[in-house]
């Protein structure tokens, strides 16, 4: 799926200087998110505060890099899907199917089963945009990527929110 | 070849434009045009010039001198031809002298050659306007170059503008006018010319026709025009006339226009412009002010009055000429003052008005007015008693004026004023009473006067009660007998009588509860101001007895009484004792004059009140709490016992919360202080204030709280009181602001938390474990409340010998017990002790039960736990929990899903 070596090496950055965006602040806290009555729909910060995750060449997260923007995050609670498009820092970034695969396990994790979660690429940033969508997509690859220990453990490192 | 290419093109202009690159020197084009400038043909000659105009037009700033100096040649020169080259000629004009760099002297030519070629007023309007705008501009940057000029600037001026009739033109031409005045330019022997030339249009009669593109209003114009005719006192001897003749108009327009012309060039003249006229203003003014019916042109006659007598009190006088003032006063009071004194009192108030106007003016003119007017206002008032009349000192009297104006009739105005006020005309009434204020806001001797017509209060006092709807004016009479008080405070002069006099008069005038909301205020600065001596406070305090004996005995009254004036008095007297500035026997009169007030407002309280006043006094228990128990140990408080047997009755039979919540943390704070063995301990009622109690004793290490505490345990297996019981022990372990803490110097020893933690704990488990299972609860929210407020090292060392015990309170249906016991166990999950370790499965199903929780509080409380629960050796239950948090992730609550996905990341992660 993809190359697991180029990220354990470390040897040379593909992209080691890249521009750092503001993070969005804190959520404010509303007062109906306190009252125990009232239902908080999921909506499109929700997701996006999710994918506040880690890029696996900068200790940055992926909202800082700009590779998840809230309005490329799309969320629809009733219908039950989630459809995230998301950026590489570069055009011939190889770590695109990391990332990607990053957010969908993310999402997977974070998300009621009732989900369908779609993450691909937004248009016109990516060389190999197609091949990526496709693999992100496949159900199957994704679930035997994840098989695959040693990308687990790569994935796990990017999902975790301790201390880099 | 250029101009072949000119000729054969489609579009000149734009072949022009294109090719402007290449023929950068304008002398060049000039050149080329040489053809078309040179026809034997006008129109085409016109054409040629237009052309080059509307080059001007885009690139004048371009232009060198030179360049300008040869345009300007060539234009001047073009002035002499055909008269359809003339418009674009001045275009080409109006373009150049908006240059920089135009060369000197070209202003003058230029504008020579104009006036002397051109005749205005046959061009077109846009040439018209061209004109103004080229005169506009030069003035604005050739200043010192036209001024060279002379007068024959302003004639050319003159004779340029003599009969436009556009308005847009009319208001540029003003605006050269205005300039030419403001600027200082010299007028010569055409000053008549200018003004004749501007005035024949003086007053604007102009209506814009319906949509009007332009947008210029009737207004724009007056304004402009007034600008000019008022800019310069020269014109004064050609406007004064006008305006009086204007005056005469029938138009109300007009007159009101002329009206307040008058009043602005006023403001600019000096009293020789002014004399020869003023006899004319004076008899129009007072024909306008004596026959109209239009309040405005009234209004207009008196500024303009008021602006006529103010130039003239302005005005130097010099040696030779007469005083211009008093002989226009003298006007005045010629045609005013027998009006004054006729029956039938029509002219009265117009009369009244002029003088007024005049009066306001300055002070120099209301001292010759008012010495005038006063004696024959006296005697009227005596024979005709009128209002009108009073009215009149009323507006005379500006507030910053000198006393020594009215200084003589003071005893006359008194008089006037009092018997004004005991008049039964109710309007009458107001004005004495507005009369009396202005002259309370006087200073000096008035005062002493006032203060010696003692029956002031008893006049007042009548007045009112005489007619019930002049209260509300009349209660401005305190506040000027505030005034009064605080100027003579400031002055510190011993007026111990009038002040007296006006406390009593203010005590006697308060009977109505709207005038008691005034004069209650006054009579409070008093007794708190700084400089208030004994006797002062004392005869405040006197009469406010007074207005609670004679005030209307109305809820509203009784309000104030109860909530404003007795927690002042109470907090000044409060502040007093505590501050112990006084001298002891000053403080008692004080206080024995106070009595009287409360007791008295007291007495007359109405039913309804009466009920909530017990505990409207009783509350302020609390006061009592704040004084009493922050004193440091040292120092005795008097009567002690008594005072603790009083608090404990209250605290155990009043029914007001706060009363009986005072009352107990008063009797705590007493206690924790007072010598061991001094009290005797009785039997309590459950209420919070046994929980004081029990930790007034606990903080100090009594041996006593012993017994109370185990009574309060046991009061946790009774069936009403448990629950509350359990509640206390939260009061029991935590801080309190207001009372036992160190800072009240309260006995507080450290450690007492822990010290009553490892006493009491095994008799907790033992009582849970004794008790009946609908009892338990409440030991578990005793426990959880106790354990919530220890330090963490404790809790981490006494876990667990009560691991069960918590465990247990996870499952307690009691929602308050679940949340501060989870808010308990998380930070020790950070750490955990071995006993929890082997308890993990029981814990972990508890904790996933509680994620379904209905309470928010609980689901985010126990998420938290089960995200502590990541860091330890959890791969048996890994499964079990990721299946479960499955659910909280879909929670109604966006917090909720936030604590569960972070708590199922960490499970995920943790788990590799």
């Known amino acids: 799926l993809v190359g697991g070596g180029a990220m354990s090496g470390g040897t040379r950055l593909e992209n080691a200087n890249p521009v750092i965006f503001q993070r969005s602040g804190e959520r404010q806290l509303t007062a109906s998110e306190e009252d125990d009555d009232v239902h908080d729909p999921i909506d499109d910060r929700e997701i996006f505060d999710i994918l506040s995750i880690n890029d696996p ?16 995050v799309k969320v629809d609670d009733a219908g039950s899907t989630v459809g995230v498009e998301f950026t590489p820092t570069i055009p011939h970034c190889s770590m695109a199917t990391l990332i990607g695969l990053s957010i969908k396990v993310k999402l997977l994790r974070s998300l009621p089963d009732r989900f369908k979660i779609d993450v691909h690429i937004t248009p016109g940033t990516h060389a190999s945009e197609d091949a990526v969508n496709k693999q992100l997509a496949d159900k199957e690859r994704v679930a035997a990527a994840l098989e695959n220990s040693s990308l687990l453990e790569v994935v796990n490192q990017c999902l975790s929110t301790r201390s880099v | 070849v250029f101009m072949y290419l000119l000729s054969t093109h489609k579009d000149p202009e734009l072949f022009l434009w294109s090719r402007l690159n290449e023929f950068l020197c304008t002398l060049h084009i000039i050149l080329h045009f040489r053809l078309s400038l040179t026809s034997s043909q006008p129109h085409t000659r016109a054409r040629g010039v237009q052309l080059l105009s509307e080059v001007l037009q885009e690139c004048y700033g371009d232009l060198t001198e030179r360049e300008v100096e040869v345009l300007i040649a060539f234009y001047e020169n073009r002035l002499k031809d055909h008269y359809v080259i003339t418009p674009p000629v001045l275009r080409g004009l109006k373009a150049l002298t908006k240059c920089t760099v135009l060369p000197p002297g070209s202003a003058v030519s230029m504008l020579r050659s104009l006036f002397q070629d051109v005749h205005v007023q046959s061009l077109m309007l846009a040439e018209r306007a061209c004109v103004y705008n080229m005169l506009i501009n030069l003035m604005e940057t050739r200043e010192a170059e036209l001024k060279g000029l002379g007068a024959d600037f302003v004639f050319g001026f003159v004779q340029s503008m003599d009969g436009e009739r556009d308005p847009r033109n009319l208001l540029l031409a003003f605006q050269i006018a205005k300039t030419i005045i403001s600027r200082g330019y010299d007028l010569g022997k055409f000053t008549e010319e200018l003004f004749e030339v501007t005035s024949c249009y003086f007053p604007i009669d102009f209506t814009p026709p319906p949509n009007d593109p332009h947008g210029i209003t009737k207004e724009d114009l007056i ?55 003023l006899e004319g203003l004076w008899v129009s003014i007072r024909r306008e002010v004596f026959q109209t019916s239009s309040e405005r042109i009234e209004s207009a006659c008196l500024a303009a009055l008021t602006a006529l007598t103010s130039c003239l009190s302005r005005s130097v006088l010099s040696s030779e000429s007469e005083d211009c003032l008093s002989t226009f006063l003298d006007l005045v009071l010629k045609d005013c003052k027998h009006h004054l004194s006729e029956p039938d009192l ?17 002070i120099r003119a209301s001292h010759v007015i008012t010495a005038s007017v006063m004696p024959n206002i006296v005697e009227q008032y005596n024979i005709w008693s009128h209002y009108n009349l009073l009215c009149f000192p009323l507006c005379v009297f500006p ?102 006099r006006c406390l009593s008069a203010l005590a006697a005038v308060s009977v109505h509860p709207s005038v008691v909301q005034e004069s209650t205020p006054v009579l409070l600065e008093v007794l708190s101001s700084a400089h208030t001596g004994k006797t002062e406070v004392v ?23 109860h909530e404003v004036i007795i927690p002042r008095l109470l907090g000044l007297t409060l502040q007093a004792a505590l501050q112990g500035v006084q001298l002891p026997q000053e403080y008692e009169a004080v206080l024995s004059a106070m009595v009287p007030v409360i007791s008295t407002s007291c007495s007359r309280l109405q039913p309804q009140s009466q009920q909530g006043s017990t505990w409207r006094q009783s509350q302020m228990v609390c006061l009592l709490m704040g004084c009493v128990c922050s004193l440091p140990p040292s120092v005795r408080i008097p009567q002690l016992d008594e005072l603790l047997s009083e608090l404990e009755e209250m605290s155990c039979t009043c029914t007001h919360t706060l009363s009986y919540t005072s009352a ?39 041996p006593l709280s012993t017994t109370l505490t185990d009574k309060l345990f046991s009061l946790l297996d ?38 009553f933690f490892s006493e009491n704990s095994a008799k907790l488990v033992q009582g849970f474990n004794a008790a009946p299972q609908e009892k338990k609860p409440n030991y578990l929210k005793a426990l959880s409340n106790i354990v919530n407020k220890l330090p963490k090292q404790v809790q981490v060392t006494e876990l667990p010998a009560l691991l069960s015990l918590l465990l247990e309170a996870l499952s307690c249906p009691d929602g308050g017990v679940q949340l501060s016991t989870l808010s308990c166990l998380e930070p020790v999950l950070a750490d955990p002790p071995a006993a929890l370790i082997q308890q993990l499965e029981a814990l972990v199903s508890r904790l996933l039960a509680l994620t379904s929780s209905p309470a928010m509080d609980v689901r985010i409380a126990s998420l938290r736990c089960i995200h502590a629960l990541s860091r330890f050796p959890v791969l048996p239950f890994r499964a079990q929990v990721l299946r479960a948090l499955a659910r909280p992730l879909d929670d109604k609550k966006r917090l909720v899903r936030n604590e569960a996905v972070q708590a199922r990341g960490e499970w995920y992660d943790g788990s590799c």
């Open chain 1, 57 to 72: 060449e900068h200790p940055l997260s992926l909202e800082e890099l700009n590779v998840v923007e809230q309005v490329r």
């Open chain 2, 223 to 277: 304004q402009m025009l007034r600008a000019v005719l008022t800019g310069t006192p020269k014109f004064a001897e050609f406007l004064l006339p006008l305006i009086i003749e204007k005056l005469d108009s029938d138009v109300q327009s007009a007159k009101l226009d002329s009206l307040q012309t008058l009043t602005v060039c006023v403001s600019q003249y000096e009293h020789k412009d002014l004399a020869e006229f």
């Open chain 2, 346 to 362: 029509k002219l009265v108030w117009p009369s009244a008005k002029l003088l007024q106007a005049s009066c306001s003016a300055s």
């Open chain 2, 399 to 500: 507030p910053p004026l000198e006393d020594s104006v009215f200084l003589a009739y003071r005893e006359s105005l008194c008089s006037m004023v009092f018997s004004a006020l005991s008049e039964s005309n109710s309007s009458l009434q107001i004005t004495a009473t507005s009369v009396l204020t202005s002259l309370g806001q006087q200073t000096g001797d008035i005062q002493s006067h006032m203060g010696k017509k003692s029956d002031l209060g008893h006049i007042c006092l009548q007045s009112e009660r005489s007619l019930s709807s002049c209260f509300s004016q009349t209660a401005c009479l305190p506040s000027a007998l505030m005034d009064q008080d605080n100027t003579e405070a400031s002055e510190k002069l011993s007026h111990h009588a009038v002040r007296q």
């Open chain 2, 539 to 561: 005869l405040a305090c006197r009469s406010l007895q007074r207005i609670a004996e004679q005030v209307q005995d109305t809820e509203e009254t009784g309000r104030c009484f």
């Open chain 2, 664 to 702: 107990a943390k008063c009797f705590a704070g007493l206690i924790n202080k007072s010598l061991q063995g001094a009290l005797v301990l009785q039997v309590f009622n459950l209420r919070p204030c046994s929980h004081f109690v029990a930790k007034a004793l606990l903080v100090r290490y009594h």
């Open chain 2, 718 to 755: 009774n069936t009403d009181l448990g629950s509350m019981a359990a509640d206390g022990f939260s009061l029991l372990m935590s801080d309190s602001a207001d009372v036992l803490n160190r800072a009240c110097h309260a006995d507080v020893r450290i450690m007492y938390r822990q010290r």
